[in-house]
């Protein structure tokens, strides 16, 4: 196990790196007997010992420190619990069915994850937290009345999917990476109806996790599974077939196939993975206590296929990849997008509200750049509920010198929170270095003389306002060494940095 990480040991820690990850006893057998075999430099291994000690030195457990060992859990408690409300993206609400704030009667929740809540990833993507909220705990501490029937089904499967899923782990080497979906339970239409005619609306919960090590896979990760299709399609039919409502919460940690089910439900609430307080975070967006005020920052396609790197990766040969071509330059997620003119599911950037927003004096302290540029826009609620909205600041830039996308997110700013009719001015400063794009053959970053255009919006497609200015003559913000020029000394380039 692990051997991908032993042969270059020796080399690494020659190299000058003190730290070896992920740390495993492979890595320490190796090492060890190389200097017990005189196969590494012992000067090497002695400047990474004497450089871990001084960092140890130099800690506050060893200055000691006196700190006072009584965090206020309960107010980071709090912390985590907003933090997650803010970046909650809310991508459909039909009929403004969220916030949702009859508390009456049942709420049917389906989704084996909506028992097993992901509040973060694997290995480095996951932190060790003092307790987790789960969904079903959130929504119950709002006054939301849960379906026991599902839950006293949906429990023992996810808990015996979850010892087989640990179980399967164990055999293959105990990679936490490693996780597969859970399967979802088997739903007969005859239960579906039954809770369809009881409870007053249904939640889907739609769960991804993954680590470090392993890639996310196409089928049944990106896309979905056949039996998550036939949850959403069994549950939509049944409670749209007597006028009830379907709302998706997304528990996921990066982007899924959206596009082919998302028309048959009425409301899809992001929650990414949100933390100890996940469940309780939701249930403020969900009753409303909180308006999602969160922005994608990927693009959410219609199908892999769209994604500008799917014909290069994983690489090749197909059945065991040796070698992948970064082809796609510059254009990566909007970028690629926007200029190629690829219709997403969901764009980069966007986010709805339970209220509405206006843009309006979009101003530029100047249209001739010099050294910097003040841009100004106003935002006003215009809706009937107090919200945040996040704006965003692109733009478009001349491409004689090197190719560059049709525009590029610079700024970005969130409003304080906004009551109906309120307004606010957000201010952005572009400078050069903002405008500028590395030119290989100048090995400078370079902003280009032209004509530029400002774009501000609510998305990288949505967007609301346009001001043009220009620059008058090339400035470079930059200039670096081309390292990769054989008839470059090396002594030089150390000695002038």
Known sequence: MYTEFVSDVIAQVEAGNDLMMPGTEEQKKVLTQAIVDGKIDPEAVNSSLRRILEYIAATSTVQKYEYSNKPDLKGHAEVTRSAATEGMVLLKNDAAVLPYKTKTGSVAVFGGTSY???AGGTGSGD????YTVSLIEGLENAGYKIDKELQGKYVPFVKEAEAKEM????????LLSDVQRLPEMPLSQDLVAKKAESSDVAIITIGRNAGEQHDRKINNDFYLGLDEVKMINTVSDAFHAVGKRVIVILNIGGVIETASWKDKVDAILVAWQPGQEGGNSVADVFSGKANPSGKLTMTFPVDYNNIPSAADFPGVPANDP??????????IGYRYFNTFKVQPSYEFGYGSSYTTFDYSDLKLSTTNFKDELEVSVTVTNTGKVAGKEVVQLYVSAPAKIVDKPSEELKAFAKTKVLDPGQSQTLKFTLNASDLASFIDDESAWIAEKGAYKVKVG???LDIKLKEDFSLDKDITTEKVHNTFDLDVDMDDVLENN
Do not use: D, L, M, T
């Open 322 to 331: 040796k070698e992948v071509f970064y082809k796609e330059g510059i254009y």
């Open 458 to 460: 609510a998305s990288s």
């Open 167 to 174: 179980q399967r782990r164990k055999e293959h080497g105990g």
């Open 127 to 130: 932190v060790n937290e003092a």
């Open 116 to 118: 097993s809540f992901i």
